[in-house]
């Protein structure tokens, strides 16, 4: 699983051309079929995709070249998610959350859970590229709760990296920082991260 942009045409380019890093090895994937088609639940609709596979010309393996307005093994668009997650940062309750994003309780449930788990690395992760994008950014505050704590530090990683690299959706930007792995439990940092 490789993240990439959302630009479908311009990452064949790059994909045939040979511009796109193994995220194991770093060497250069070729084109390899596609993977099933699987929906992608925005806000208030629904995409159809069928996202493009590619194997690694050194190691062999295969990639599926997720787009970054996705998390692995995530149906919902990381946007909608990162909405959820903001929410609960601002002091919501997740049933208040789901009726909100039109969602199933238990799923945004299941996203609170899996981010709360990791918030505190994933506060330190952001917090370092944070400063990394800003070395003049000074200290984040704690804002209440571990769970605030990581999602400020995201908000401030996004403000960095658009202040710097020019204008993205912001949780499009966790999800390349984090290869897509923002839910998933592992250990920082994250393998095959942009
Ligand atoms: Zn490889």
């Known amino acids: 699983m490789k993240i990439v942009g959302t630009d479908a045409p311009e990452v064949e380019r790059v994909l045939v051309a040979g511009g796109l890093a193994c995220p194991g ?10 993977a099933r088609v699987r929906v ?11 996202p493009r596979r590619s194997r690694c010309g050194r190691c062999a393996l295969t990639h599926v070249l997720v787009a970054e307005d996705c998390l692995l093994r995530r149906r919902d668009a990381v946007e909608v998610i990162g909405a959820a997650l903001t ?5 919501h309750g997740h049933r208040r ?8 309780a238990p799923t945004v449930r299941n996203w609170l859970r899996r981010f709360a788990a990791g918030a505190e690395a994933i506060r330190s992760f952001f917090t370092v590229l944070a400063h990394d994008l800003d070395p003049m950014l000074g200290a984040i505050e704690p804002a209440g709760s571990a769970f605030a704590d990581a999602v400020e530090a ?8 658009v202040s ?18 923002l839910l ?11």
Do not use: M, Q
């Open 25 to 34: 090895c770093a060497g250069r994937l070729r084109p390899w079929g596609h």
């Open 40 to 50: 992608v639940r925005h806000r208030g609709r629904e995409e159809r995709r069928r």
């Open 87 to 91: 929410a609960k940062a601002a002091g």
């Open 97 to 104: 959350i789901a009726r909100d994003l039109g969602r199933l």
């Open 154 to 161: 995201i908000a401030r990683a996004v403000r960095a990296a």
């Open 164 to 181: 710097r690299l020019g204008p993205r959706p912001p949780w499009s930007f966790a999800s390349t920082a984090t290869g897509g792995r």
């Open 184 to 194: 998933s439990n592992t250990s920082c940092p994250y393998p095959g991260a942009a």
